[in-house]
């Protein structure tokens, strides 16, 4: 079965870029979703680099082969969350295992 | 605002059976196909089910097939996941969310998210 490769944990000290990077996105239609700890996911991009309405301007998203990425500009406390992309691949929707952002 | 509200969690033995609901406002719920997707405490989130606008189309998870089963009734906004033959490896939070399609296509992808119900399978 497909899968999506995602590092397990990422960090970065405020203010900074962050990239996160997820690995086997075999078309355009990725998303990436934050989820904090104890909440339900929300969609922070999707289609590669959309922004949903009422996302922060500091999320991004780019790809390049088979390697989708998700960009955190000006890094930010609030930032700290887990992070999952996700893909329709051969029927099946797929997730990452997600990668742990730490705010330093 | 689209609401999405999962109710029908709890503790069950191995062997047993529950059913999740899903209430849905705030949108044409007839419109959307509908996903359930899971998380084992700790763990990351695992598509379980699907079922397209109309409720014709089914698909679920090589993990629930023959236990599970998904299915909706449009006239009360509703979604539905009854699983039986529970196991410990079900115990997760179960999300009810909302594809932006009508049905499964390559652009599919869960757009909101409710807030969960636990399922804890334990004796």
């Known amino acids: 079965q497909s899968a999506l490769t995602q590092p397990a944990s990422v960090s970065g000290s405020p203010g900074q870029s962050i990239t996160l990077t997820c690995t086997g996105a075999t078309h355009a239609y990725v998303s990436w979703y934050q989820q904090h700890p104890g909440k339900a996911p929300n969609l922070v991009i999707y289609d590669v680099n959309i922004r949903p309405p009422g996302v922060s301007y500091r999320f991004s998203g780019s790809k390049s082969g088979n390697s989708a990425s998700l960009i955190i500009s000006g890094l930010q406390a609030e930032d700290e969350a887990d992070y999952y992309c996700s893909s329709f691949i051969n029927n099946n929707f797929i997730f990452g295992g997600g990668t742990k952002l730490t705010v330093l | 605002e689209v609401q999405l509200v999962e109710s029908g969690g709890g503790l069950v033995k191995p062997g047993g059976s529950l059913r999740l609901s899903c209430a849905t406002s705030g949108f044409t719920f007839t419109t959307h196909n509908m996903i359930w997707v899971r998380q084992a405490p700790g763990r990351g989130l695992e598509y379980v089910a699907c079922?397209?606008?109309?409720?014709?189309?089914?698909y679920h998870a090589d993990s629930v097939v023959g236990r599970f089963t998904v299915s909706r009734d449009n006239g009360r906004h509703s979604l539905y996941l009854q699983m039986n033959s529970l196991r410990v490896e079900d115990t997760a939070v179960y999300y009810c969310t909302r594809d932006r399609s009508p049905r499964l296509r390559m652009d599919s992808m869960p757009d909101t998210w409710g807030q969960g119900a636990l399922v804890t399978v334990s004796s």
């Open positions: 079922i397209n606008d109309d409720g014709r189309y089914i």
